[in-house]
C-alpha cells in the first residue's frame, strides 16, 4: 500500500539483536498520513521489534537495523535519536503502559509535554483536550498512578502521548491485561483521535479482532516477515485470516487445539 500521502515507509528492514539474532527478515509496509495500520501476529512474530525499529528504541535492547530503511515524510530516520523523532512527531507508547507510579495521573500527563515550546497555553489547552477525550482521567487527575486500574493507567500512557502534540503514535500492544469492556474504550478514543485530530497510528497487536475493528489496513507478520497484507475489511473475510488468528472458520469457532493443528499444517512461507 503506497499512496501519495504516505507518512511512514519501512523497505525490507533486517534487525539482529546481539550481532547474532535475526528478528526481522526484509520487514516492509507503509503508513498514510491521518491513517491506522496494525501490525498483526502471535507473541514473537516482531510487531515491537518492528516499532522500536521506527521509534529508534533498539540501541537499548543491543539491537540495529542492519539492513533495508526507514523513511519519516522522505526523510531516512534511521540515523536519528529517539529525541529527533520526538521532534518530529512521532511518540511510541510501551507495551506494558508505564506511568510514573509515584506521580499523579496528572503530574504523568503532564511529563509528556516536556519538549514542547509554545508555552503554559498550549499544553494547557491540550490538557483540556486529553481529559475531554479521556474523562476518566480528569476524575482520577490527583490520584497517584499506582493506584489506577490498568485502563486508567493505558489511557494516561496515550494521553501523555499526545501532549507532545504528535503527527504520529507507535502504539504497541494496548489491548494487553485489560477487561474486554476497556479495549473497545480504547480503541474506540483512538478512532476519534483519527478521525477528528488527525493523528496517525500504527499499532502492534494480539488481538487480531479488536485491531482489524479500528484500523485502516493490516499487516500480519509470521517469524520476522510479513505474511499478508490488506485492507482491514477484506482481512476480516479472508478464510486463513479467520481460521488462523480468530479462531473462525465456515464451520464455526474452530477449537485451541484444532487451531494449534492448523499453524503447524500451514504453510505461510515458501
Wanted: net charge positive; glycine share 10%; aromatic share 6%.
Amino acid at each position: 500500500m503506497t499512496t501519495a500521502n504516505t507518512i511512514l515507509n519501512v523497505n525490507s528492514i533486517e534487525v539482529i539483536y546481539n550481532h547474532v539474532i535475526l528478528v526481522l527478515k526484509g520487514v516492509s509496509f507503509t503508513v498514510p498520513e491521518r491513517g491506522i495500520v496494525a501490525l498483526l501476529g502471535g507473541n514473537g512474530a516482531g510487531k515491537t521489534t518492528t516499532l522500536r525499529a521506527v521509534s529508534n528504541l533498539l540501541h537499548g535492547e543491543r539491537g540495529e537495523v542492519t539492513k533495508g530503511s526507514i523513511e519519516l515524510r522522505n526523510e531516512r530516520i534511521e540515523a536519528l535519536t529517539p529525541a529527533d523523532l520526538v521532534k518530529r512527531g512521532v511518540i511510541q507508547v510501551m507495551e506494558g503502559r508505564h506511568c510514573f507510579g509515584h506521580l499523579t495521573i496528572e503530574e504523568n500527563l503532564l511529563t509528556g509535554a516536556y519538549t514542547r515550546t509554545d508555552g503554559k497555553g498550549g499544553v494547557a489547552a491540550t490538557l483540556d483536550k486529553v481529559y475531554n477525550y479521556f474523562p476518566r482521567l480528569k476524575t482520577r487527575r490527583t490520584s497517584q498512578a499506582a493506584y489506577t486500574s490498568g485502563g486508567e493507567q493505558q489511557m494516561c500512557a496515550i494521553g501523555r502521548a499526545l501532549m507532545a502534540n504528535p503527527n504520529m503514535v507507535l502504539l504497541d500492544e494496548p489491548s494487553m491485561g485489560l477487561a474486554p469492556q476497556i479495549v473497545d474504550e480504547v480503541f474506540s478514543i483512538v478512532k476519534d483521535l483519527n478521525q477528528k485530530e488527525g493523528v496517525t497510528f500504527l499499532l502492534a497487536e494480539q488481538n487480531t479482532n479488536m485491531a482489524l475493528r479500528y484500523a485502516d489496513f493490516g499487516y500480519i507478520l509470521e517469524n520476522g516477515r510479513v505474511v499478508m497484507e490488506g485492507a482491514a475489511a477484506e482481512l476480516r473475510n479472508n478464510e486463513d485470516v479467520k481460521e488462523f488468528y480468530l479462531g473462525l472458520s465456515s464451520q464455526g469457532r474452530k477449537s485451541f487445539r484444532e487451531v494449534k493443528h492448523y499453524r503447524r499444517r500451514k504453510r505461510w512461507l515458501a
